[in-house]
């Protein structure tokens, strides 16, 4: 009796112990399972190119392809985000003026290269990439893998945007701000930068869209930067956003046979503006074809009036890998301040450049925005925004 008694009591202990065992896995599947269902839970959000797009609902992790993405994720806050960045985007030096690349001197030191310039993707090294990411974020060009095929060597959702500008494609702007604003969970920052934007092309055009014909000076740009790198005197752009912003006469406006294209010298010399500005990149020519040098060193440029008058000024690039929206914005006070400066008066050019490098890049730290001025000034060796000795 005894030992029956004894059995029944291992017996029930061991019944006991399975029990506990049993539940623990239960416990630990169930958890499993509540943890893999929150995995996979995911949105679709619509892209630029119209496609229907499934990401996580939650991303935490994504890589920037092509230009312009990575530094309207920048605008948005969400830079720590990338586990790797493409080669293009690897420069920090202060004469590729890119306020988002110099506020951000880790995209040149910290992250693993998943690709070439201008979104010639890796695939295999996109997969290498320790943690993955949730979402590639893709500008769509005729460069690198389409992004349906990107996306089924990679298994990573592919959500396409377009550059776009502040002019003509500002529709395509917002619109890809927005895009990235729902894939990284910015939607508020989305809308605080476009009507950052807002503001100041409003204030630009009330400022300026009264003057009379007769008070507009006559304006040319020259040296505008191009996909090819720095050009000359005579590389111009007939749609200037700087000018357009401020109602200026550019003397290139209206000819349908210019947009980003050089001119000759016989028609800038038949044109024959007041004032002449320099995108200051065109320094990096050298001497033969430099904007500085021409206007110094040849005769023929010598005899416009806006040399003769001193009325030549040098401006910052924004055309380094695809437009750089703030220094557009900053270029457009400073033409509107020189081309009419009663209209300026309360605009400390200093101050309002800090203020709109601080917004888009520099996560509302002025002192930061203060380098970044300083940096995009002084990224050649003659200052932007002082009158050029010429």
């Excluded at 995209?107 to 693993?112: C, E, S």
Aim: aromatic share 10%; hydrophobic share 35%; net charge negative.
């Amino acid at each position: 009796m005894k030992g029956n008694k004894t059995q029944f009591m291992c017996f029930l202990f061991a019944l006991i112990a399975i029990s506990v065992l049993i539940s623990g896995c239960t416990d630990s599947y169930t958890s499993q399972s509540i943890q893999t269902q929150e995995e996979v839970t995911t949105v679709t959000i619509t892209d630029a190119l119209g496609r229907e797009v499934e990401i996580p609902a939650s991303t935490e992790h994504v890589i920037c392809s092509g230009v312009g993405s990575l530094r309207l994720l920048t605008y948005l806050e969400a830079q720590d985000m990338i586990v790797g960045i493409e080669r293009g985007e690897t420069t920090s030096t202060a004469s590729n003026a890119k306020p988002y690349s110099l506020a951000n001197p880790q995209f040149a030191t910290d992250y693993a290269i998943f690709g070439e310039t201008r979104g010639q993707d890796d695939p295999e090294k996109i997969l290498s990439l320790d943690p993955l990411p949730d979402v590639i974020i893709k500008t769509y060009s005729a460069m690198g893998y389409d992004p349906e095929e990107l996306q089924e060597k990679t298994g990573i959702p592919v959500v396409v945007i377009y550059t776009g500008d502040l002019a003509e494609n500002r529709d395509e702007l917002d619109l890809s701000i927005r895009i990235i604003g729902q894939v990284v969970g910015k939607e508020e920052r989305a809308e605080e930068v476009i009507s950052f934007f807002d503001e100041a092309l409003e204030d630009l055009d009330t400022r300026t869209e009264d003057v009379a014909e007769e008070d507009r000076p006559t304006c040319y740009v020259g040296g505008i930067g191009r996909s090819g790198g720095p050009q000359g005197f005579q590389s111009t752009e007939a749609t200037y956003p700087p000018f357009l912003f401020t109602n200026a006469l550019n003397v290139a406006y209206g000819d349908t046979n210019i947009n980003v294209a050089d001119v000759s010298k016989e028609k800038i010399i038949e044109w024959d503006p007041d004032m002449i500005f320099l995108d200051l990149n065109t320094i990096e020519c050298g001497d033969e074809r430099s904007g500085v040098s021409l206007l110094r060193d040849d005769g023929s440029y010598s005899q416009l009036q806006a040399v003769r008058s001193g009325n030549v000024y040098g401006v910052l690039p924004f055309n380094k890998y695809a437009t750089n929206f703030g220094s557009v914005i900053a270029d457009s006070y400073f033409a509107g301040k020189t081309l009419y400066p009663d209209r300026f008066e309360d605009v400390s050019l200093e101050e309002k450049t800090v203020e709109i490098y601080t917004f888009l890049v520099c996560q509302g730290d002025e002192e930061k925005g203060r380098e970044i001025y300083d940096s995009m000034i002084n990224a050649y060796d003659i200052p932007a925004f002082t009158k050029l000795d010429v």
